[in-house]
């Protein structure tokens, strides 16, 4: 569903009503784009939950025009291209249901085309009569066909809007010459004739005259800077008055990221000192964020854990905006955590345990024994979930093997090139008699890589305590260290 | 008459708290949950004499001594849950988990938050390399940062729970000496299953000795059976191949990583395994019933 709206009262030397326009505009839908100078055509799919029924949406999006002091046709239908044509040929408020677009067009004048073929800028003066008008070659018309005039009318030369209007007056005289009157005559005509007679121009003509669409809307790119300040008039020190500064300047800022459906990506937080520093942090949300409680929390916790070192004159949030995101969930599936409140989550655990401290494994491409890094967590893969009823052979796979890190300097009594026995100093001490010994497992690597060479003999021990651990002989320093206790 | 009734006004009462699982009774039956009210351990016999699994919605403890299998089991847990498509937790008290030995277990680490808490050995430095002596703190410094650690993965453990939204939080205290968690306040356990009652999620502690099960929760005693070890297999007669990748990166030859201990460096013994598992024994306790089982890794 598409909303035309034609500023009837629009003058050229007044540009402010386009602003007015496209700022009411946009309290409906983002989606928008010019037509001309003085036309904007909205997206207004999917707002029958917000609005209610065309008529409800018509009449609300008119009653916003009429405060805003803006004078104005709006028209409703289906398609651009409809509510285009109806715009121009009705007054007040049009609506047309999704389907009935060329009903509604079939008893309209055929010159209204003269509304979607020319170029905005120079709508309404084509000379109409079939006589002033000087058409171009055939050839140049059809090579330029109507449908690309339509679609990108701005980025046109100066010639080619006169050969588009050219084209137009041609093709309207023909028109009028042939005795139609309505856009429901030319609708009605066969398909095939057209195109023997325009060529790819005639069938395209058709189309527009039943109210299609030669292509989807292109919204124009709005303006993406989201930024929100706020100067204090006493300094303030600690992060509890701060953070009801922040509630104060994410509250627009999430109303304006939603209106233009939209969710924040990265957070930059930055604080003027009284020192006249700038405290500058910046936070990569693992997800499309636009709750305002949600990234004040994300900020505050941020802050918390690297406070500026002075008190702080103003406050800046400004976020790099990403398209808002869209959950499916599934019935089939448990349930998962919001992104929103994974991100919470991770930053709490980040401010309580430290950088680097909390995330989601990931294994690195290497042999070097306990290679891995940490990546935010996100809750979110791309995993299909493993078959529930796997059939199990009743046996967990592995011993699991519990890391020490560092390794732990160990004592190793060597007899016959095998460890004989082992000792672990602590308040717990580990050590005894070697039972049995499996090894070693030479690996060694990164020997290319300046001061990263590793080179190790790995055993797997188990003591008469009870106790199995690995003990590792690093060859490069003849040295036995406890890698760790299988468990 | 009158102690049946009694009898019936406890039940009833205790069916009102949730508290119902720890009723026993010759009349009772055996106690088994809904599939999706428990998370299969990956072990059949273990699951048995759990009544199907561990209970979602409650704190269960997996305890026993060092290299008894409660990581091995843990693991199997969180390859479980993992694996169903659940996301999982586990809070490292002491930093000890392998990811590489997890990948290969099953769990997928996509869906696994670690929080990794502080690197502690013990409670008492160790001398052995002068050179490392320094960087260690003394014992009275370990003891307190013991304790920290284990106050701050308390409080992730928490923060974890309180989240909601996982299938299973293992807290690994396998290495916390049992008189550090039991200088915990009485209530700490209490406070925890609270956060998780009623939802999906299963705790499960790893402890030395039971310690924190909440009332609906199970326990599982894992002891060492003799011979701990099993299939330990000898790289009899070996010798070391020439590595490819001791040659130096050519570009536009294929560059050749070090090959990881095993078969690819080892000749002459394709039976050489290393350490494959251990074979301990299960004692489940869900209410104030207790049954026993065997279990195996490997």
């Given amino acids: 569903m598409f909303a035309c709206i034609w500023m009837t009262g629009w003058r050229d030397e007044v540009a402010a009503p386009q602003h007015a326009l496209l700022e009411v505009a946009q309290r409906f839908s983002p989606r928008a784009a010019w037509i001309g100078r003085d036309t904007l055509v909205l997206d207004v799919a999917g707002l029958r939950r917000l609005f209610g029924e065309p008529c409800e949406l018509g009449a609300e999006l ?8 803006l004078e104005t046709r709006i028209a409703l239908a289906g398609t651009r291209t409809a509510a285009r044509l109806l715009v121009r040929a009705r007054a007040g408020l049009t609506i047309t249901e999704a389907g ?76 009028r010459r042939w005795g139609l009157r309505t856009l429901g005559d030319l609708a009605a005509l066969p398909p095939a004739e057209l195109a023997a007679r325009f060529g790819d121009a005639g069938p395209a003509l058709q189309r527009l005259a039943r109210g299609e669409d030669p292509e989807p809307l292109v919204p124009m790119a709005g303006d993406e800077r989201f930024e929100e300040t706020l100067p204090l008039d006493w300094p303030i020190e600690g992060l509890e008055p701060l953070s009801f500064v ?23 937080v930055e604080l003027q000192l009284v020192t006249r520093e700038c405290w500058a942090r910046r936070l990569e949300l693992p997800a499309p964020v636009n709750d305002p409680r949600t990234l004040r929390t994300l900020a505050l916790l941020d802050l918390e854990s690297s406070p500026p070192p002075a008190a702080i004159d103003a406050v800046t949030v400004r976020v790099d905006p990403t398209p808002a995101r869209t959950l499916q969930f599934s019935l089939l599936e448990r349930a998962r955590p919001a992104p929103e409140q994974v991100a919470t989550l991770t930053a709490r655990l980040i401010a309580l345990m430290g950088e680097r401290r909390v995330g989601r494994p990931v294994l690195l491409d290497t042999h070097r024994p306990d290679a891995w890094r940490l990546e935010p967590f996100t809750g979110e893969d791309g995993h299909p979930a493993a078959p529930a009823s796997e059939p199990s052979s009743g046996r967990p796979s592995g011993a699991a093997l519990r890391r020490l890190r560092p390794p732990v300097p160990a004592r190793v009594v060597v007899d016959a090139g095998r460890p004989a026995a082992v000792q672990v100093s602590g ?16 690996a060694s ?43 | 008459m009158a102690s049946a009734a009694a009898r019936a006004a406890l039940e ?74 659940e996301l999982a937790a586990i809070v490292d008290v002491f930093d000890r988990f392998d990811p590489a030995g997890a990948a290969g277990a099953g769990v997928c680490l996509d869906r696994l938050l670690w929080v990794r808490g502080e690197s502690v050995w013990q409670d008492t430095p160790l ?49 916390v000496p049992v008189r550090v968690l039991r200088q915990l306040p009485f209530t700490t356990w209490l406070r925890l299953q609270r956060a998780i009652e009623g939802s999906d999620t299963a705790c499960v502690l790893l402890v030395r000795e039971p310690i924190g099960r909440s009332p609906g929760g199970a326990s ?10 099993r299939a330990v297999e000898q790289p009899a007669d070996f010798h070391v191949r020439v590595q490819a990748s001791r040659h130096p990166f050519v570009p536009g030859r294929p560059r050749v990583k070090p090959g990881r201990a095993g078969a690819a460096q080892w000749t002459g013994s394709p039976q050489a395994r290393r350490f494959r598992g251990l074979a301990p024994l299960a004692s489940v306790q869900c209410g104030i019933r207790t049954t026993s089982c065997e279990l195996e890794f490997s």
């Fill in chain 2, 127 to 175: 001398a052995l390399d002068p050179a490392w002596e320094p960087s260690r703190p003394g014992p009275r410094a370990a003891r307190s940062r013991m304790g920290q650690a284990v106050n701050r993965a308390i409080k992730a453990l928490s923060l974890v729970l309180s989240a909601g939204g996982f299938g299973l939080v293992v807290f690994d205290a396998a290495d």
């Fill in chain 1, 246 to 268: 922040l509630a104060r300047l994410f509250d627009p800022l999430c109303a304006q990221l939603d209106r233009r459906g939209r969710a924040a990506a990265v957070l930059h």
């Fill in chain 2, 12 to 85: 009833s009462l205790l069916r009102t708290r949730k508290l119902d699982t720890t009723l026993v009774g010759q009349d009772l039956p055996a106690i088994r949950l809904s599939p999706d009210r428990v998370l299969s351990t990956g072990a059949p016999a273990l699951d048995s004499a759990l009544g199907g699994g561990l209970p979602r919605g409650q704190v269960s403890e997996i305890a026993g001594p060092a290299s008894s299998g409660r990581t091995a089991l843990a693991r199997a847990l969180l390859a479980s849950a993992t694996g169903g498509g």
């Fill in chain 1, 427 to 442: 308040s717990d001490p580990i050590g005894g008699a070697v039972e049995q010994a499996a090894g070693p497992w030479r």
């Fill in chain 1, 445 to 487: 690597g990164d020997w290319w890589a300046p001061g990263e060479a590793w080179d190790r003999d790995e055993w797997d021990v188990a003591l008469d305590g009870g106790t199995v651990c690995r003990l590792v002989r690093d060859r490069r320093q003849d040295r036995w260290y406890l890698d760790g206790l299988y468990d």
């Fill in chain 2, 220 to 229: 599982v005693r894992l002891g060492s059976r003799t011979p701990a070890i």
């Fill in chain 1, 100 to 175: 009935d677009e060329a009903a509604a067009l079939a008893a309209l004048p055929i010159t209204l085309l003269q509304h979607v073929l020319v170029p905005p800028q120079e709508a309404g003066q084509l000379p109409l009569d079939g006589t002033a008008a000087a058409p171009s070659p055939p050839s140049r018309f059809y090579r330029s066909s109507p449908v690309q005039e339509i679609v990108r009318p701005r980025r046109r030369s100066s010639g080619a809007r006169s050969a588009a209007e050219r084209a137009a007056a041609e093709w309207l005289a023909t028109f």
């Fill in chain 1, 62 to 69: 008119r009653r916003a025009l009429a405060d805003a002091g």
